[in-house]
């Protein structure tokens, strides 16, 4: 399936059996990343640990490893 990346808006195909592709399907408010902004905001992240946010980030890299 084709996601667009919510930062640079660049189009990309994912396996549509991927588990994150099933879960942008399941959850709307879901966002898609691109890998390259994906890291860049993975750094980010490491300095937003106490705010709460962190939990998302860390299922997101979970799932690429799995898919
Ligand atoms: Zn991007």
Redesign the pocket.
Known sequence: MRVK??????INNIDSNCLQAKRLRNRRLTTY??P???ERISEKTKQRLATGDFRIYKERKTEKYLS
């Open positions: 990346c919510v930062i640079c808006d660049d990343m691109c390259s902004c994906h």
